[in-house]
């Protein structure tokens, strides 16, 4: 039997559960109820790019033995997706609440820095993969797609949308302005995703450009995702694995130091 | 324990010294008023005590606890209605109010205290509506509502009927009145002096980030003892020894204050000598609001006459 102190911790426990619980419930309604602009809409434009490439490029490019080039295309398409609806849904949630001011019914409560960040943390987590599993479902139509070692893909899909959520945090955070935001994406966000080999495998480039392909964090995310699908990619998944989370733990520190001095946030 | 300790507070941004040391403390239960022109410092102030801003230095408590270094039960303790009218166009009425009790930790178990205030700021019947769809006077109490989710001990409510009509402005007050009796300490910023006059126990008149005046709201009026001579007198110039006896001057009526009775002959005489003629006449007692142009001056005066 547990004495009332033990119960009354756990009561304590679960009410100070529930502010941080709260946030993320309303980070996930937020995109949820917009779910067709926020799921259905990435779906489709990652389709349009398997229908597209898978059609132009199917009997021309073979980039591993024996793996067709649309079964080949489908799991960078769906990390792709589940990045950049990561770093969306923090990001675009931030943006939002800061413009229209409602930030400010969250800056008056008692939730500390680091529940804000898992609350926006887990939201966009959560967002990338439903988009991802929703793209794999219906790629699962046109091709059959082998799975080597799902904790690869697990693990990937995890870090890498905890990577681009946290990136979504700071640029959030950052920008006052949607022109801002915008920019983050449109030069920062697209550029390292199409350069990241998720329609082509950085082998096939110059030795140049394979070394710069190498800088970008996008690739081995990439890399290592499509590894969970083959059991073969261009590096060695335990070292993008590495490559990954140390990333993730930067910016998460970043993202903390930020939340906890208010930067832009309380002044 | 005060509801409210505020010790020392300087805040400067960049080279403007906005809030040049402030020391009040209010009681609990109290309904107190901060006025000031724009620009006074009252909204830095009440950001400072909500931790939305932090000082350069001095310390705000919210019933013992520091609202930087204890910032948690601080807020807990503290509910703020924001001046400038902003929502969450996701979601409706009962969501928002849901979402803001439960950051406080507040579950089900408040849903009781969520309908009380949704009834008591006559926004029941629009509990499912969303935000986006309110008007302007519903989302103020939707606004209020949000502060008062938590149920929190002490309310501040920074110029809480800004643009808010009549009747509105009516129902407010009797449900903060309501708050006030059951023991919630009041804090509001308000530009309508009437309203800091009849609600308000204690007063605190700011100026230029520091606090100029702190008393009773009888005891401020008391000092200022004086009548109100109001005149209608048309387009007209004022023989000079009645000049500086003008309080206000607008679209031809006059304001004097007088220091007793024996002035009105004074001032009329002289208007007969000039030959002017009185088209009205009207006698008051002073309010608050000459309490608050004779501290707070011209600056004042400009922002007391562009919201009335």
């Not at chain 2, 009516?170 to 309501?178: D, G, S, T």
């Not at chain 2, 020894?241 to 002959?265: K, S």
Request: aromatic share 10%.
């Amino acid at each position: 039997m547990m004495n009332d102190a033990g119960i009354n911790s756990i009561a304590r426990f679960a009410t100070a559960l529930r502010g941080p619980w709260t946030l993320l419930k309303k980070e996930l309604l937020r995109f949820w109820r917009v779910a067709f602009q926020t799921v259905a809409a990435p779906v489709i434009t990652a389709l349009l790019y398997l229908l597209i490439f898978s059609h132009v490029l199917e009997s021309h490019v073979q980039v591993y033995d024996g793996v067709p080039y649309t079964a080949f295309l489908i799991p960078g398409l769906i990390m792709m997706s589940v990045l950049q609806n990561a770093f969306a849904n923090s990001s675009s949630s931030l943006i939002q609440s800061k413009v229209m001011g409602n930030i400010v019914f969250i800056l008056l409560t008692p939730l500390t820095h680091v529940q804000f960040f898992l609350a926006f943390l887990i939201a966009a987590i959560i967002r990338g993969l439903v988009v991802g599993v929703c793209i794999y479902l219906v790629a699962m139509w046109f091709i059959d797609i082998s799975i080597a070692n799902l904790w690869w893909i697990i693990a990937f899909a995890l870090l890498g949308s905890a990577l681009l959520g946290t990136f979504g945090i700071i640029a959030g955070i950052w920008a006052d302005r949607f022109d801002q935001m915008a920019a983050f994406q449109n030069f920062i966000i697209m550029p390292l995703t199409f350069l990241s080999g998720v329609f082509y495998s950085i082998h096939s480039l110059p030795p140049f450009w394979q070394k710069v392909s190498q800088l970008n964090p996008f690739f081995y995310m990439i890399d290592g995702f499509r590894y969970g699908f083959f059991g073969a990619g261009d590096v060695d998944p335990m070292f993008s694995l590495r490559v990954v989370g140390g990333a993730f733990l930067v910016l998460a520190l970043i993202t903390l130091k930020m939340l906890k001095s208010g930067y832009k946030l309380r002044s | 324990m005060p509801a409210i300790k505020i010790n020392g507070v300087h805040k400067h941004f960049g080279a403007l010294h906005a809030l040049r040391g402030i020391d009040l403390t209010i009681e609990q239960g109290e309904f107190f008023a901060l006025l000031g022109p724009n620009g006074a410092g009252k909204s830095t102030l009440i950001n400072i005590l909500a931790g939305l801003i932090s000082p350069s230095a001095g310390e705000i408590s919210v019933m013992g606890f520091d609202v930087q270094k204890q910032y948690q039960q601080a807020r807990q303790l503290l509910g703020v209605v924001p001046q400038e009218l902003v929502f969450d166009p996701f979601f409706n009425v009962r969501e928002m109010l849901r979402f803001q009790a439960g950051y406080f930790g507040r579950g089900r178990e408040n849903d009781a205290w969520v309908d009380e205030i949704l009834e008591g700021l006559g926004l029941a019947d629009k509990a499912k509506a969303n935000m986006r769809s309110l008007s302007g006077g519903m989302k103020r109490r939707a606004l209020i509502a949000q502060a008062l989710a938590h149920k929190p001990p002490v309310v501040v409510l920074d110029e809480p009927t800004a643009g808010v009509d009549v009747e509105l402005r009516q129902m407010l007050w009797e449900f903060i009145k309501k708050l006030n009796r059951e023991g919630h300490t009041i804090i509001l910023t308000t530009h309508y002096l009437e309203e800091a006059e009849t609600l308000c126990n204690r007063v605190a008149m700011m100026k230029q980030g520091q606090v100029v005046a702190l008393d009773t709201t009888s005891s401020l009026l008391n000092k200022f003892s004086g009548k109100h001579l109001r005149l209608t007198l048309g387009n007209v110039s004022l023989p000079s020894g009645i000049e500086q006896l003008v309080r206000h001057a607008e679209n031809g009526i006059y304001t004097f204050a007088l220091d007793d009775m024996a002035q009105i002959e004074f001032v009329l005489s002289a208007l007969r000598t000039a030959d002017i003629k009185v088209l009205d006449m009207q006698l008051n007692e002073a309010d608050l609001e000459d309490v608050f142009l004779s501290l707070v001056g011209e600056s004042g005066k400009d922002a007391v006459r562009s919201v009335s």
